[in-house]
Structure formats: C-alpha cells, structure tokens
C-alpha cells in the first residue's frame, strides 16, 4: 500500500509569506503527527491531529498551525515566515497515534528554506 | 515527558555487530521502548519496540535491562546501509495519551567499509 507522502518535496520561500504542506497518510491511518526537523534541535514534535481534532500540540508560536480533514489527509501553515523556519518538515501517520504498538510511518519530508 | 539519553555518534565496521545504547532512567511503567533509524534525506523508519522481554526481528534485536532504565538496540552484522541516524523514543500505552514523543538527536552510526 502506498506510503505517506508530502507535497512539495522542496520549496524557497521569502521571510514574511506564509507556507501551506500537504500530508497523505497510509490509508486507514487516522492520526497525523507534524514534526520539524533542523541540524541542531534534531526532531521537534509541531502537533497531531486524530479524526480531524487536534489531539497534542509542542512548544511551537502561534505561527504554527495545522488542521486534518475527514479523508485524514493534513495540512499544516506558517504564516510570517523567518529565516529560522528552515528546515525539513516531516509528517508521520499511525493508526491511532502515539500509542505503544502503534508503529508510526514518516514521509520524505518537504524541506523549507526561507531567505 | 520521558527523555532518552544516546550517544552522539558511534562507529562500526561492516559486518561486525553493534550494540547502540539508550539510558532512560525516567521511563514510565506503560512505556514502549522504541527505535527509529532516519536513513540520509529520508524520513525516519521503525526498527523495532519492546516492553520487558528482549525481542527479535529481521532488523534488530532489542535488549532491554531488568530495570528497564536502559536498552540497547543489536545490529548483528552492520552493512553500509545501516549507516544512520538511530532514534530510541518511549512511547505511552494508552491511546490519546497527551504526552509527547522526545525524539532527542539519536546516535549517529558510521559504518566503514
């Protein structure tokens, strides 16, 4: 079955504009992790979202926000974009996410870079 | 939040066993001990996940202290393509479960040839 897949892979955005990634889990799959990804803070969970309700949410700015849909598939949004925003975004899916068990699948990530 | 504890970097040859290390002294009698691998521009892949006993896969083996405040994931004969980010994480039992996942930097495994 297909995997979880990103879109964009790779995008050049300008301080100030605001960025929108698209997520398709594993089919059946209904919770949908964010994640950031940068050389030095390794992993920074973003949110999850499981039946289109944001069930946990990381120590991110307001800048940061996501929503899922009834089919499962997410988005997320960065509005105001700064430079520190670079970075790869990773969106991982479960079954029913983060639970013991629950093998979590990523995509490739879409890698941002903001100048 | 239960952290994980792993060295920055490790190095093997290629077909000699590894034993990747995790301290988590903090884990929760409900924790999963779990390990990832983030292979170069790539997403990070599921490896393994064990709760008391050791455990075997195709992969890996997973060998976890009686006390359960350490583990240690086994390559048994690492090939190039182990070469990797590995990522030891504990993981809730219980469904909806509000705590996070801390994925920390993980152990960074060269492998040569």
């Known amino acids: 079955k297909a995997g979880v897949t990103q879109t964009p892979r790779y995008l050049i955005k300008t301080r100030g504009q605001q960025v929108t990634l698209s997520c398709s889990p594993i089919?059946?799959?209904?919770?949908v992790s964010w994640y950031q990804q940068t050389p030095g803070q390794g992993l920074q969970f973003l949110f999850e979202?499981?039946?289109?309700?944001?069930?946990n949410k990381g120590n991110f700015p307001g800048r940061f926000s996501g929503r899922q849909f009834s089919n499962s598939r997410s988005e997320m949004n960065v509005s105001t974009l700064e430079l520190g925003d670079s970075a790869l975004y990773l969106c991982?899916?479960?079954?029913?996410?983060?639970?013991?068990?629950?093998?979590?699948?990523f995509g490739e990530g879409s890698w941002l870079t903001v100048v | 939040d239960a952290k994980t504890t792993q060295p920055n970097s490790m190095e093997s040859n290629e077909e000699e066993p590894v034993h990747l290390p995790c301290n988590h002294s903090t884990i929760s009698g409900t924790d999963y001990i779990h390990w990832y691998r983030q292979l170069p521009s790539q997403g990070p892949e599921y490896v393994i996940h064990g709760l008391t006993s050791n455990v075997n896969n195709r992969m890996a083996s997973l060998a976890i202290a009686e006390d359960r405040k350490s583990s240690t994931l086994i390559l048994h004969r690492a090939t190039l393509r182990d070469a990797a980010v590995y990522y030891c994480?504990?993981?809730?039992?219980?469904?909806?479960?509000?705590?996070?996942?801390?994925w920390g930097l993980g152990t960074s495994l060269a492998v040569n040839p």
């Open positions: 979202y499981f039946s289109e309700t944001q069930r």
């Open positions: 994480i504990l993981s809730p039992r219980n469904a909806g479960n509000n705590r996070k996942l801390i």
């Open positions: 991982a899916s479960s079954l029913e996410g983060q639970k013991s068990g629950n093998t979590i699948y």
């Open positions: 089919s059946g799959h209904r919770s």
